[in-house]
Protein backbone atom coordinates (compact mmCIF):
# COMPACT_ATOMS: atom_id res chain seq x y z
CA UNK A 1 0.00 0.00 0.00
CA UNK A 2 1.27 3.68 -0.43
CA UNK A 3 1.71 5.88 2.30
CA UNK A 4 3.12 9.12 2.75
CA UNK A 5 4.46 10.40 5.83
CA UNK A 6 5.15 14.15 6.76
CA UNK A 7 6.36 13.94 10.92
CA UNK A 8 6.81 17.95 11.06
CA UNK A 9 2.95 18.77 11.62
CA UNK A 10 4.63 22.60 12.09
CA UNK A 11 7.19 24.54 11.92
CA UNK A 12 7.94 28.05 12.73
CA UNK A 13 11.62 29.66 11.66
CA UNK A 14 12.66 33.58 11.61
CA UNK A 15 13.28 34.79 8.53
CA UNK A 16 16.45 33.92 6.76
CA UNK A 17 16.70 30.94 8.10
CA UNK A 18 17.34 27.56 6.32
CA UNK A 19 14.73 24.86 6.41
CA UNK A 20 14.05 21.09 5.64
CA UNK A 21 10.97 19.62 5.11
CA UNK A 22 11.19 16.13 5.83
CA UNK A 23 8.61 13.30 3.68
CA UNK A 24 9.00 9.56 3.84
CA UNK A 25 7.17 7.62 1.31
CA UNK A 26 5.76 3.83 1.13
CA UNK A 27 5.14 1.90 -1.68
CA UNK A 28 5.84 -1.83 -3.19
CA UNK A 29 6.08 0.02 -7.01
CA UNK A 30 9.57 0.53 -8.93
CA UNK A 31 7.95 3.24 -10.92
CA UNK A 32 6.57 6.05 -9.46
CA UNK A 33 6.49 10.12 -8.89
CA UNK A 34 6.91 11.70 -5.92
CA UNK A 35 5.73 15.64 -5.90
CA UNK A 36 5.80 18.65 -3.58
CA UNK A 37 2.92 21.16 -3.55
CA UNK A 38 2.74 24.37 -1.90
CA UNK A 39 -0.83 25.66 -0.38
CA UNK A 40 -0.75 29.09 0.99
CA UNK A 41 -3.07 30.94 2.77
CA UNK A 42 -5.28 31.63 0.15
CA UNK A 43 -5.59 27.71 -0.67
CA UNK A 44 -5.10 27.22 -3.71
CA UNK A 45 -2.30 23.80 -4.19
CA UNK A 46 0.84 25.18 -6.22
CA UNK A 47 2.77 22.65 -8.07
CA UNK A 48 6.68 22.79 -6.83
CA UNK A 49 8.12 20.02 -8.40
CA UNK A 50 8.05 16.45 -9.95
CA UNK A 51 10.37 13.71 -9.71
CA UNK A 52 10.67 10.30 -11.13
CA UNK A 53 12.15 6.89 -8.96
CA UNK A 54 14.82 6.66 -11.36
CA UNK A 55 15.97 10.14 -11.16
CA UNK A 56 17.89 10.87 -7.81
CA UNK A 57 19.59 13.57 -9.09
CA UNK A 58 19.07 16.47 -6.28
CA UNK A 59 17.84 19.80 -7.89
CA UNK A 60 17.79 23.10 -6.86
CA UNK A 61 15.54 26.08 -7.84
CA UNK A 62 16.58 29.45 -6.73
CA UNK A 63 16.23 28.97 -2.83
CA UNK A 64 14.54 25.52 -2.90
CA UNK A 65 16.10 22.27 -3.01
CA UNK A 66 14.92 18.91 -3.02
CA UNK A 67 16.95 15.24 -1.46
CA UNK A 68 15.58 12.29 -2.96
CA UNK A 69 16.97 9.06 -1.40
CA UNK A 70 15.70 5.89 -2.28
CA UNK A 71 17.56 4.19 0.21
CA UNK A 72 15.14 6.03 3.09
CA UNK A 73 12.40 6.36 1.03
CA UNK A 74 13.00 10.26 1.67
CA UNK A 75 12.51 13.38 -0.61
CA UNK A 76 13.22 16.27 1.57
CA UNK A 77 12.69 19.64 0.94
CA UNK A 78 14.81 22.39 1.81
CA UNK A 79 14.24 26.35 1.78
CA UNK A 80 17.24 28.25 2.10
CA UNK A 81 17.20 31.99 3.47
CA UNK A 82 13.61 31.57 4.52
CA UNK A 83 11.27 34.56 3.41
CA UNK A 84 7.63 35.36 4.97
CA UNK A 85 6.55 34.60 1.30
CA UNK A 86 7.17 31.11 1.93
CA UNK A 87 4.52 30.85 5.42
CA UNK A 88 2.27 28.19 3.60
CA UNK A 89 1.09 24.30 4.03
CA UNK A 90 3.81 22.24 2.20
CA UNK A 91 2.26 18.72 0.90
CA UNK A 92 4.10 15.47 -0.50
CA UNK A 93 2.50 13.27 -2.39
CA UNK A 94 3.01 9.96 -4.32
CA UNK A 95 1.55 8.87 -7.69
CA UNK A 96 2.72 4.81 -8.14
CA UNK A 97 2.68 3.54 -11.91
CA UNK A 98 4.49 5.46 -13.77
CA UNK A 99 2.77 8.13 -12.44
CA UNK A 100 -0.60 6.78 -13.34
CA UNK A 101 -2.65 6.68 -10.09
CA UNK A 102 -3.70 9.38 -8.49
CA UNK A 103 -2.37 11.27 -5.76
CA UNK A 104 -1.56 10.07 -2.31
CA UNK A 105 -0.88 13.37 -0.08
CA UNK A 106 1.05 13.41 3.17
CA UNK A 107 -1.05 15.50 6.19
CA UNK A 108 1.87 18.60 5.19
CA UNK A 109 3.43 20.16 7.07
CA UNK A 110 2.74 23.75 7.99
CA UNK A 111 5.75 26.46 7.65
CA UNK A 112 5.57 29.74 9.39
CA UNK A 113 8.60 32.22 8.99
CA UNK A 114 8.27 35.00 11.11
CA UNK A 115 10.32 38.61 10.05
CA UNK B 1 -3.56 30.78 -20.22
CA UNK B 2 -6.77 30.43 -17.57
CA UNK B 3 -5.92 27.62 -14.40
CA UNK B 4 -8.48 25.53 -13.21
CA UNK B 5 -11.59 27.14 -12.36
CA UNK B 6 -13.97 25.87 -9.91
CA UNK B 7 -17.74 26.93 -9.13
CA UNK B 8 -18.83 28.40 -6.22
CA UNK B 9 -15.59 28.88 -4.76
CA UNK B 10 -18.52 28.91 -0.79
CA UNK B 11 -21.51 26.72 -0.51
CA UNK B 12 -23.29 26.65 2.41
CA UNK B 13 -25.95 24.61 2.81
CA UNK B 14 -28.48 22.54 5.26
CA UNK B 15 -28.15 19.05 6.16
CA UNK B 16 -30.04 16.71 3.55
CA UNK B 17 -30.08 18.90 0.72
CA UNK B 18 -28.34 18.17 -2.69
CA UNK B 19 -25.09 20.45 -3.91
CA UNK B 20 -23.60 20.39 -7.27
CA UNK B 21 -19.85 21.41 -7.61
CA UNK B 22 -18.36 22.53 -11.28
CA UNK B 23 -15.31 21.94 -12.00
CA UNK B 24 -13.17 23.38 -15.47
CA UNK B 25 -9.99 22.44 -16.06
CA UNK B 26 -7.51 23.19 -18.07
CA UNK B 27 -8.47 23.20 -21.72
CA UNK B 28 -5.70 20.43 -23.52
CA UNK B 29 -5.84 18.41 -19.90
CA UNK B 30 -7.75 14.94 -20.42
CA UNK B 31 -7.41 13.54 -17.12
CA UNK B 32 -9.59 15.45 -14.40
CA UNK B 33 -9.28 14.61 -10.67
CA UNK B 34 -11.41 15.13 -7.34
CA UNK B 35 -10.39 15.50 -3.93
CA UNK B 36 -11.71 16.34 -0.77
CA UNK B 37 -9.46 18.40 2.19
CA UNK B 38 -10.18 18.18 5.76
CA UNK B 39 -8.88 20.83 8.01
CA UNK B 40 -5.91 19.91 9.31
CA UNK B 41 -5.31 17.15 6.20
CA UNK B 42 -3.81 16.19 2.98
CA UNK B 43 -6.56 16.23 0.06
CA UNK B 44 -7.94 12.43 -0.27
CA UNK B 45 -8.49 11.31 -3.97
CA UNK B 46 -12.39 11.12 -4.76
CA UNK B 47 -12.33 10.09 -8.27
CA UNK B 48 -11.33 10.85 -11.67
CA UNK B 49 -11.89 10.90 -15.49
CA UNK B 50 -10.11 10.80 -18.67
CA UNK B 51 -11.41 11.92 -21.50
CA UNK B 52 -15.23 11.27 -20.65
CA UNK B 53 -14.98 8.08 -19.01
CA UNK B 54 -14.73 7.75 -14.99
CA UNK B 55 -12.04 5.33 -14.38
CA UNK B 56 -11.66 5.14 -10.45
CA UNK B 57 -13.71 5.84 -8.08
CA UNK B 58 -12.73 5.69 -3.64
CA UNK B 59 -14.24 4.32 -1.37
CA UNK B 60 -14.74 7.50 0.10
CA UNK B 61 -16.99 8.07 -2.62
CA UNK B 62 -20.50 6.72 -1.10
CA UNK B 63 -23.55 6.33 -2.84
CA UNK B 64 -24.48 9.97 -1.84
CA UNK B 65 -21.87 11.36 -4.44
CA UNK B 66 -21.96 11.03 -8.14
CA UNK B 67 -19.25 12.98 -10.64
CA UNK B 68 -19.52 13.51 -14.85
CA UNK B 69 -17.62 14.70 -17.24
CA UNK B 70 -19.94 14.25 -19.92
CA UNK B 71 -18.37 15.77 -23.14
CA UNK B 72 -14.93 15.48 -21.65
CA UNK B 73 -14.56 18.77 -20.68
CA UNK B 74 -15.83 20.39 -17.76
CA UNK B 75 -16.82 18.23 -14.84
CA UNK B 76 -19.55 17.76 -11.64
CA UNK B 77 -19.69 16.25 -8.78
CA UNK B 78 -23.15 15.91 -6.92
CA UNK B 79 -23.74 15.21 -2.85
CA UNK B 80 -27.15 13.91 -2.47
CA UNK B 81 -28.82 13.94 1.02
CA UNK B 82 -25.93 16.41 2.46
CA UNK B 83 -24.45 15.80 6.31
CA UNK B 84 -22.36 17.69 8.28
CA UNK B 85 -19.31 14.91 7.83
CA UNK B 86 -19.60 16.31 4.14
CA UNK B 87 -18.51 19.70 5.14
CA UNK B 88 -14.76 19.82 3.35
CA UNK B 89 -12.80 21.77 0.73
CA UNK B 90 -13.37 19.95 -3.03
CA UNK B 91 -11.01 20.22 -5.03
CA UNK B 92 -10.33 19.88 -8.68
CA UNK B 93 -7.20 19.20 -10.27
CA UNK B 94 -6.44 18.35 -13.82
CA UNK B 95 -3.55 16.79 -15.81
CA UNK B 96 -2.15 16.44 -19.41
CA UNK B 97 -2.27 13.28 -19.66
CA UNK B 98 -1.04 10.13 -18.07
CA UNK B 99 2.16 8.97 -16.89
CA UNK B 100 5.66 10.36 -17.68
CA UNK B 101 6.11 13.83 -18.20
CA UNK B 102 2.77 14.60 -18.23
CA UNK B 103 1.22 14.00 -14.99
CA UNK B 104 1.80 16.77 -12.92
CA UNK B 105 -1.72 17.93 -11.78
CA UNK B 106 -2.57 21.13 -11.86
CA UNK B 107 -5.41 22.79 -8.66
CA UNK B 108 -8.10 25.10 -8.68
CA UNK B 109 -8.69 26.92 -6.04
CA UNK B 110 -11.56 24.57 -4.38
CA UNK B 111 -15.01 24.66 -3.12
CA UNK B 112 -15.58 25.19 0.22
CA UNK B 113 -18.48 23.43 1.33
CA UNK B 114 -20.17 23.94 5.04
CA UNK B 115 -23.15 21.74 6.01
CA UNK B 116 -25.26 23.39 8.97
Known amino acids: AQKVTQAQTEISVVEKEDVTLDCVYETRDTTYYLFWYKQPPSGELVFLIRRNSFDEQNEISGRYSWNFQKSTSSFNFTITASQVVDSAVYFCALSEAGGNTPLVFGKGTRLSVIA | DTGVSQDPRHKITKRGQNVTFRCDPI?????LYWYRQTLGQGPEFLTYFQNEAQLEKSRLLSDRFSAERPKGSFSTLEIQRTEQGDSAMYLC??????????????FGPGTRLTVL
Open chain 2, 27 to 31: SEHNR
Open chain 2, 93 to 106: ASSLGSGGGTNEQF
